[in-house]
C-alpha cells in the first residue's frame, strides 16, 4: 500500500508538527503530544480535554479551540494516549474552574483517563469524566466492555465545550456533556479494510462484493457481513439500527460521517437517504452535518450518529465554534 509518510514510526509526530505549522492559534507539543488552544488557560472557564488514539482525524485534535475542547492528546495510531499526556493537557486549561475529561469507551483510554484523573486530583485540580458509548452495533468488543464510542463524541465536545466557553460551572457542564451522551446513538459500515502504517496493508479481510454493517472505528467486527448494497438501503438498515435503540421523541441532529476514504459526493446521497428514512418516521432533523469527522484511517465507508436534542442543546449547537475543522458563527 502506498502512504505519505516517511515512516510508521514518524506518521504522528509529522502529523503534530504540521498541524502547528497549519495553525498558528494552537499550540502544539510535539514532544509530549499535547494540542492546546493557545490562549489556555482561559480565566474562570472549565477546561475539556479528550483524546485518543491517532488514525480517527480530525478527531480529536480537530477540534480544539474556541467552543469545543481546551486540549487533545493523540495516542499512537489506534492506541490509547498515556496518563501522564493527559494529567500534562488538565494542568495546561486549567483555570481553577475545574477540568472535564470526555472519553471515548475503549478499555485503554477509560483506564488511562482514570489514572489521570487521580495524577491531577493529586496536584489540587478538580476533575470530572464523561464516558461516550454510543455505537448501537454491539454491546461488547475486543476493545470495550460496553457500547465503543465513537461519533457521538463530536456531539459531547461541541455542545458541552458551547456551555464551558459561556463560564458554566464544571458540575453544569458536565451534566449536559452526559445527557449529550445518553441521547447519541451510532452505526457504522465499512466498504472496505483501513490500513495502519505499521502493517502496510488491510488490517481485515473484506471482499471486493461485500460490506460490514456495525463496523468498529477500529476496524472491529460488527453485526454482519452481507452482499454489497445501495446507499438507499445501507441507509434503511443503519437508522432502523438506530432507531431501535434510540426511540427519539423530538428532534435530532443528524452526523453522516466518513470513515476517510469516502467522497462528499457519496456522503451527500448518503445523507439525503438517510434524510429519507427519519421523514418516513415522522422525525425532525433540526441540523445535519456531513463529512468526514470521525475516521478511521483509510477505510471506506460511513456512519450515522443522530443525537435528541432539546431547545437548549440546539442553542448550543448553533453557538460559536472556532477549531481547525468545524467553525462556524466566529
Not at 67 to 90: H, I, K, N, Y
Not at 148 to 153: D, F, L, V
Request: proline letters at 5%.
Amino acid at each position: 500500500m502506498k502512504m505519505l509518510i516517511n515512516g510508521p514510526e514518524h506518521v504522528v509526530s509529522d502529523a503534530l508538527r504540521g498541524m502547528a505549522a497549519a495553525h498558528p492559534d494552537l499550540t502544539v507539543d510535539v514532544e509530549n503530544r499535547v494540542v492546546v488552544r493557545r490562549d489556555a488557560p482561559v480565566p474562570r472557564k472549565v477546561g475539556l480535554v479528550s483524546g485518543g488514539g491517532s488514525g480517527h482525524e480530525p478527531l480529536h485534535g480537530g477540534f480544539v479551540g474556541r467552543g469545543m475542547l481546551d486540549a487533545a492528546c493523540p495516542g499512537e495510531v489506534f492506541t490509547s494516549p498515556v496518563p501522564d499526556q493527559m494529567a500534562r493537557a488538565a494542568a495546561a486549561v486549567n483555570s481553577g474552574q475545574g477540568v472535564l475529561f470526555v472519553v471515548k469507551n475503549y478499555t485503554g483510554d477509560v483506564l488511562n483517563f482514570d489514572m489521570a484523573a487521580e495524577l491531577a486530583e493529586d496536584e489540587g485540580l478538580q476533575v470530572a469524566k464523561v464516558l461516550v458509548h454510543d455505537d448501537v452495533a454491539v454491546i461488547d468488543s475486543s476493545f470495550t466492555a460496553g457500547r465503543r464510542g465513537t461519533g457521538g463524541t463530536l456531539f459531547v465536545e461541541k455542545l458541552a465545550g458551547a456551555l464551558a466557553e459561556e463560564g458554566a460551572p464544571l458540575d453544569r457542564v458536565t451534566a449536559v456533556a452526559r445527557q449529550v451522551s445518553e441521547s447519541c446513538r451510532s452505526f457504522g459500515v465499512a466498504l472496505s479494510a483501513c490500513t495502519t502504517p505499521a502493517k502496510g496493508g488491510p488490517t481485515f479481510d473484506l471482499p471486493a462484493d461485500e460490506l460490514e454493517l456495525g463496523i468498529g472505528i477500529h476496524g472491529e467486527p460488527g453485526r454482519e457481513r452481507r452482499a454489497m448494497m445501495s446507499s438507499r438501503e445501507i441507509a434503511d438498515a443503519a437508522v432502523e439500527a438506530l432507531l431501535a435503540d434510540l426511540q427519539p421523541d423530538g428532534p435530532v441532529l443528524a452526523l453522516v460521517n466518513g470513515m476517510g476514504a469516502t467522497p462528499l459526493l457519496e456522503l451527500y446521497g448518503f445523507s439525503a437517504e438517510v434524510h429519507r428514512v427519519l421523514g418516513e418516521r415522522g422525525i425532525p432533523v433540526a441540523r445535519t452535518l456531513v463529512g468526514n469527522y470521525v475516521t478511521s484511517l483509510d477505510m471506506a465507508g460511513c456512519s450515522v450518529t443522530l443525537c435528541q436534542v432539546d431547545e437548549e442543546l440546539l442553542r448550543l449547537w448553533d453557538a460559536p465554534v472556532r477549531t481547525a475543522s468545524l467553525r462556524w458563527g466566529c
